[in-house]
């Protein structure tokens, strides 16, 4: 028994390596290959109330009505594809299908079909990030969060999980730019009261008061992103900007745009000279990562 246990913990093993050493991840795949390699006599009714969330689940806000839809589905068709769980002391631990189960509990049932597999605490981190990451509509800062796990936990830089994801490398680049605002902020956006374009700019800022300053002039007077940006420039740069702005050549206004968009910050070419600017040491590292110059 302990022999085909061993055997079929190394298939898994094997599939996992697969998932992530490959050109572009893929999670329905991992989850087919689990599905495929299971018999059906593995696969078992468990009782909703004896799961619990994975702890490494990414997705902290459900959507109630997505979930209600669902539902109603399971009530019409059943649980169609068996959710992947982890026995442990107290029950079992949902690696894939968390979506199922709640939707399958609000359909008034009271078990689910699932697999039982044994990943380790990495592996069902990993699964639980790609599953989200691909499946699900995450909001901002939950797929932030996901995209700085991975890196972490796979050694990874920002340009191969772009890669990886087939996500561009500005996306991700502005994605992680947004865990280091203040949490009040996060809570916002997680809210949809300040949008992506709002958060880039604030990200870029290092005073928590003025960022909290100006997230609550985005909330409370609608500022548009072309008043926030003049706000949270130097208010003398922004001045001399006015008054010489008919000056100003536009010769390489169209790379300026285009460095903007790869890099995630301000740049200027203006006298023969290129400026990229950067926050703090942090944000320093993470325009040289893009640009792969190294310390």
């Not at 969330?53 to 399971?74: M, T």
């Not at 509990?105 to 592996?123: Q, V």
């Not at 208010?235 to 001399?240: H, M, Y």
């Amino acid at each position: 028994m302990d022999n085909d246990n061993s055997t079929k913990r190394r298939a898994l093993g094997r599939g996992l390596e697969e998932l992530f050493s490959s050109e572009q991840i893929d999670f329905q795949k991992l989850e087919n290959k689990i599905i495929e390699e299971t018999k059906k006599d593995e696969i078992v009714n468990i009782n909703l109330d004896d799961l619990r969330a994975n702890p490494y689940q990414p997705r902290k806000y459900f959507d109630e009505e997505k979930l209600s839809e669902l539902a109603e589905s399971i009530k019409e068709f059943g649980v169609v594809q068996p959710i992947i769980v982890k026995k442990t002391i107290k029950g079992y631990e949902i690696i894939a299908g968390e979506r199922r189960s709640r939707a399958a509990k609000i359909a008034g049932l009271t078990s689910i079909p699932a697999i039982i597999r044994d990943f380790n605490d990495e592996e069902m981190m990993q699964i639980a990030l790609l599953e989200n990451l691909q499946r699900e509509d995450l909001n901002s800062i939950e797929e932030a969060t996901a995209y700085k796990k991975l890196i972490d936990t796979l050694g990874i830089t920002q340009d191969v999980l772009a890669s990886k994801l087939g996500k561009s490398r500005s996306h991700v680049t502005n994605m992680l730019g947004l865990l280091v605002l203040p949490s009040e902020v996060k809570d916002l956006i997680v809210q949809n009261r300040i949008s992506m374009s709002h958060a880039r700019i604030l990200s870029k800022m290092e005073d928590k008061e003025e960022i909290l300053s100006l997230a609550d002039k985005i909330v409370n007077e609608e500022l548009n992103v072309r008043k926030l940006e003049e706000l949270a420039g130097n208010p003398e740069t922004v001045k001399r900007n006015k008054i010489k702005k008919h000056e100003r050549s536009t010769e390489f206004k169209y790379l300026e745009d285009s460095l903007c968009e790869k890099l995630g910050t301000k740049v200027k070419i203006k006298n023969n000279k290129l400026e990229i600017k950067f926050v703090n040491i942090n944000d320093l590292n993470r325009i040289l990562e893009i640009l792969n110059i190294s310390e």
